[in-house]
């Protein structure tokens, strides 16, 4: 009686290409969300980088120490990830602020500051 019914999906899911497109994308969506080591996953902020502040314009880094170019490369889930990405690193560095110089278009960069 199982082989009827699997022999029955099979059939239907031949005779119809939405459904056969439904189910591969809805397992290749649970294996990208599964956390598997090396799949995409949110970037979750670092104790360091949770205490990196973002600094809104230029003139607010008089006062800082340039520690250099940060990025935060894809593949990003979220839109947060490449400035999380950026967070992660100022913190590493040592900084404790972040001047976003891009986070919209290609890869996040940004300068970390010791403020």
Do not use: W
């Amino acid at each position: 009686m199982t082989g009827d019914i699997q022999k029955n999906n099979l059939r239907q899911m031949q005779r119809h290409p939405a459904l056969r497109f439904s189910l591969v994308l809805s397992m290749a969506l649970l294996t990208a969300c599964a956390g598997t080591s090396g799949g995409p996953s949110a970037v979750v902020l670092t104790d360091a980088g949770k205490a990196v502040r973002i600094l809104e314009t230029k003139t607010e880094t008089v006062s800082c120490e340039s520690l250099g170019e940060v990025i935060g490369p894809p593949p990003y889930l979220l839109p947060s990830d490449g400035v999380n990405r950026m967070k992660n690193r100022t913190g590493a560095k040592g900084g404790n602020a972040l001047l976003v110089t891009n986070a919209v278009i290609g890869v996040a960069k940004g300068v970390a500051y010791r403020c």
